[in-house]
């Protein structure tokens, strides 16, 4: 698939009703427990002006801003997850602290040495370009700034069950082995503080998932919510599968924290 259909795909998915469904707010295993963890790590303050890259639907961003009180700009490919995020930021009263707008990992519309900190969750390893993002992070942090990365990894090449457009969507197709992640923000001048396994989040995300696709089937079946064009068999063999690779260690979900010197 071309690069931009990849991004669009995966931007498409996340912006839908039927994402929200299976997920909740928060796009990724941990939640904002996780997100919180990462703020730590990131030592954020209400001095911090942070960038989150692919901000979903602004969950993570309003979420730190509340914690440390830090400034946040999110940005998102998905046109949909942006208003929705400014949106709620509205409501939440956090307009002056927190803002929403449209951009790609990979061309950040953002000067030089602009943010303290970037959080990057579980998006890292769609972009077709790991290495552009990886410089473009590194360009837009000042000198000593933070990034705080959570991402799914893969172990091997193929995972039966897990390939093929599906996996874009769900991010797996193209996760890297932790190693790789790290050669990866090296080659762009990071140096790496630390990296922590959260594999047991992934698992929980998993399951929570295969029971909300069990009720969402239940509900289309007996007529009671309408899901055009959502294939149950398919859900279900692929929840099965990503639940059997995490368990087994082949998928699994690690936070990286690094520094622009
Ligand atoms: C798995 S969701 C994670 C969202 C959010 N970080 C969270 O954890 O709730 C992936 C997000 O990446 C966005 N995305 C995908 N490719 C992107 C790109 N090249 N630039 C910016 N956002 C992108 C999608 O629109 C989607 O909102």
New binding site residues.
Partial sequence: MEEQSV?QC??TF??SDFARMLLG????PGGTRL?GRLGELLALSPESHVL??????G??ALHIAETFGCRVTG????EE?VSLASADASQRGVIGQVAFQL????RLPFENDSFDAIL????FC??PSKSV?ASEFYRVLKPGGQLGLSDLTRSEAEIPGLEGLLSWIA?IGDALPEERYVATLQRAGFHISRTEDHSHALVEMVRQIQAKLLGAEIMAGLKKIDLPGVDFATGRQFAQAALQATSSGVLGYIVIAATKP
């Fill in positions: 991004k995966c931007a996340y912006g707010d928060s796009f990724h997100t989150d890259v692919a901000s979903g639907r969950t993570s940005i998102d490919l998905s997850n951009g790609d990992a990979e990057c969750e579980c998006a769609t972009f993002a991010c």
